[in-house]
């Protein structure tokens, strides 16, 4: 199993900066990709920045040229650094990582962070 903890939400004014890590741990044999996801209330969960491994990072277009997202492949962390923010990226923001546990592809999983609440106040 992979665990997945966040940290760094809050509350900031429109046009502050806030800045999300996520360290995954347990059992883990390679880390194919993180990212960050978020719900809004009564909204679906969406995507906001996704990494794979050896690949470009790709953005919600809401969010292109304010957030930006940074994977440690060695640490197992991601951080997404948003700038800019604006009252609709009020969330709860989630970590995301997709792992193998084992050199089996069948240990494959898509894991979750607890979530962090962001708030921007206008």
Same mark, same amino acid.
């Given at each position: 199993q992979v665990q997945l903890v966040e940290s760094g939400g809050g509350l900031v004014q429109a046009g502050g900066s806030l800045r999300l890590s996520c360290a995954a %741990? +347990? #059992? @883990?044999? =390679? @880390?194919? &990709? $993180? +990212? !960050?996801y978020r719900q809004a209330p009564g909204k679906q969960r969406e995507l906001v &920045?996704? *990494?794979s491994s050896g690949g470009f990072p790709n953005y919600a277009d809401s969010v292109k040229g =304010?957030? #930006?997202i940074s994977r440690d492949g060695a640490k197992n962390t991601v951080v997404? *650094? $948003?700038n800019s923010l604006k009252p609709e990226d009020t969330a709860v923001y989630y970590c995301n990582a997709e792992a193998l546990a084992t050199p089996a592809l069948t240990s494959r999983g898509n894991y !979750? +962070? *607890?979530g962090? *609440?962001?708030?921007? %106040?206008s």
């Open positions: %741990s +347990g #059992t @883990i044999f =390679r @880390i194919n &990709a $993180m +990212g !960050w &920045a996704h *990494q =304010r957030f #930006t997404l *650094q $948003m !979750w +962070g *607890q962090t *609440q962001v708030t921007v %106040s």
